[in-house]
């Protein structure tokens, strides 16, 4: 009887063992989930604000996945921003490509954006092709960021900044023709304010992005962004992009009404996008205006106020 009790005593230790190890062992993956979604927040917060905001207004898992795509897709902008030699870009862009397919697989590197993306993938089933669209359109931009043509440029926004968008929507459960026209015009459109946006930026480090065939067109040098021009040949130039920019917008809005109320919240992008149109409207498309420069502190009022609308 004493030896079998022994063993009893010797069982009971050992489940408790094997439960406390499993609470350990759960707890250390809640602890590395919080703080690789808490990295991927502000990751996005501090390199694509106004989409960050946007986040923010959707339903928790959705909002999470989200910004783990966001943040997967500001990781691979940083490569293209932040790496000049074409050698090193190509190894980082590596990187990403042999971790999204690790992701595929289950076996998600020990990277934090890495581990957020596996977790929308499993909660959400996102659809590799758009992930993989993120990657190759960098990809192909990392030697040389110039643009022949504004439609290059649409195409290349239909790519990196679209397929977020259609991403968003998968993460609310959303995979519909109509939503995910909408988010392709709203991408084409963010894609080109994107652009305008950058312009002083760019100028400042002596670099020019416009189409070339914009360039052409206008009779305009890229001399004149270098130094900031205003002469009305630019701003015809710009007016051209930012009309092209609102086409989309308004193509979207025709299309919106046909889209599941519970998909608009993924489309609210459209919102800064527009509001930037119409910053860029009232300086006479002067893109080098300091005022469009500054934070729109509105945006987040307008934003929210959209959602309680349920309108775009």
Known sequence: MAVLSGLSIERNVYKIRSIFFVARKLSSKVQTSKNSFLYCQELVR??????????????????????AVRAFNVSLAQVQDQVSQGTIGQMRMKFWSETLEAVYQNTPPAQLVALQLYEAVQR????????????????????????????????????????????????????KVDSDHAASHIGRAQGLVTLLRAIPYNSKRQQVYVPLDLLVQHKVSQNDFLRGSDDKKVKDL??????????????????????????KIALMPLISVDSYLDQLRAADFNVFDPKLSQRNNLLPWKLWWNKFRGKI
């Open 46 to 67: 501090k390199h694509d604000y106004e989409n960050f905001l946007a986040a923010l207004l959707l339903p928790p898992a959705s909002r999470q996945s989200t910004i």
């Open 124 to 175: 959400h089933n996102l659809s590799k092709r758009w992930l993989q669209r993120l990657i190759s359109s960098r990809e192909n931009h990392l030697s040389s960021k110039a643009f022949q043509s504004l439609s290059k440029v649409e195409d290349y926004a239909e790519h990196s900044v679209s397929s977020v968008l259609y991403l968003t929507l998968e993460s609310l459960n959303i995979r």
């Open 238 to 263: 710009i007016f051209d992009v930012a009309s092209t920019a609102n086409a989309h917008i308004q193509k979207a809005r025709t299309i919106i009404p046909k889209v599941p109320s519970e998909a």
